[in-house]
């Protein structure tokens, strides 16, 4: 899921500090601990950042991954 979501970002140029913005978030470390996967989104900041990239929640986050 994240390396999807670092993907995502850099192939729509869309720059952290935009999405700092957009999630509230303070720092750019605070983002990237949760690009990381050391932080989880919350599903408000999923909605978000759904928006912001103009891509459906679940290609997002969820892609074509199944659990075990």
């Known amino acids: 899921m994240f390396e999807n979501l670092r993907r995502l970002r850099k192939n729509k140029n869309i720059k ?19 690009e990381n996967g050391n932080v989880p989104f ?4 999923g909605k978000i950042i759904s928006n912001l ?3 459906p929640i679940e290609t997002i986050f969820f892609g074509n991954e199944l659990s075990h």
């Open 16 to 34: 952290v500090k935009d999405i700092c913005k957009a999630l509230n978030l303070e720092t750019e470390s605070a983002y990237y601990k949760k």
């Open 42 to 45: 919350t599903l408000q900041e």
């Open 53 to 55: 990239f103009g891509e």
